[in-house]
């Protein structure tokens, strides 16, 4: 069902009647990943106690991508809710009124992007001027490559040459964006005690694995205009969004306590006692 105020809103969403199956599914989907960004807020801002001061500012980053993302979900979520009416056993898009997109999550990706990148910078200890100058390298290419996405994905109801054209300039920027990244990965294992060297190496796998989520959502509606391809694409992009910034988050969290408990901060060392690092760290100690 394609009415014209949809086709000019530009997400499938609003073309296809979903079954009440799919309808629900995707409430659900949606729901599960602003209720999990937000209740992962309280985790990381106590999680920023037990680490040396310098580290701190990771999990407290994450927290704020928690809350920014939360929001951004949450409206995703309502909208949803609002942009279906119920006409005998199917849920069909309202052609007024209310539209779904997924252009917010593009916006939301503008602060949280920069914010996930930097936070690897930080974690790996980069000196100061090597943490700024890489961080901005990092951050140029993926702000162009989000908003070139963001031009690119309007036309997803229809106009495909629009969608891939933009789609490739975007994924240009991703791979300069991805060159970046293994430079500072490169930096981190370098810097990384003896013990954590794995972390970042394993780090840089997760991340390829992870973002690559996102541009596989982006080229989803080629494959057809069905209700299947509308949760599986919101499954999708919750995936990626819980991957990328919330488990990212604790796998950072996680490296930053052991190189607190590695650089003699007691309170880290504590928390890791009953790990080898941890007793490792406390015997060092003399206890
Ligand atoms: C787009 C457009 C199509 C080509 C490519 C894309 C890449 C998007 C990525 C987004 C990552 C987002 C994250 C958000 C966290 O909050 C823009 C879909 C390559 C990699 C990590």
Do not use: C
Not at 175 to 183: A, K, Y
């Amino acid at each position: 069902m394609i009415t014209p105020s949809a086709e000019a809103f530009g997400s499938i969403e609003n073309l296809v009647s979903l079954t009440a199956g799919q309808y629900t599914t995707g409430s659900l989907i949606l729901m599960v990943s602003y209720g999990a960004h937000f209740a992962f807020m309280i985790y990381f801002i106590l999680a920023s106690f037990q680490l040396a001061p310098r580290y701190r500012v990771v999990p407290i980053l994450s927290a704020v991508v928690m809350a920014s993302a939360g929001l951004s979900l949450l409206r995703e979520f309502s909208l949803w809710e609002t942009s279906y009416s119920l006409q005998g056993a199917m849920y069909v898009p309202l052609s007024e009124g209310s539209s779904f997109t997924n252009a917010f999550r593009y916006g939301n990706w503008t602060i949280t992007v920069p914010i996930l990148l930097t936070q690897l910078a930080i974690a790996f200890a980069l000196p100061r001027p090597e943490l700024h100058k890489r961080s901005l390298r990092m951050i140029i290419p993926a702000v162009l490559m989000i908003w070139t996405g963001l031009y690119g994905q309007f036309g997803e109801t229809g106009d495909f040459s629009r969608l891939n054209i933009w789609g490739v300039i975007s994924t240009v920027f991703f791979v300069w964006l991805i060159v970046e990244v293994r430079g500072v990965i490169t930096a981190g294992i370098a810097n990384s005690p003896d013990q954590l060297k794995a972390w970042p190496k394993n780090i840089w796998w997760y991340f390829l694995a992870t973002w690559g989520l996102y541009p596989i959502a982006y080229a989803l509606p080629q494959l057809g205009f069905t209700g299947d391809i509308v949760v599986a694409r919101q499954l999708l992009f919750s995936i990626a969004d819980i991957s990328s910034k919330l488990v990212y988050g604790l796998i950072l969290s996680r490296y930053v306590l052991r190189r607190s408990a590695l650089e003699g901060y007691v309170p880290a060392a504590e928390a890791l006692e009953t790990s080898p690092l941890g007793s490792q760290v406390a015997s060092q100690r003399g206890d």
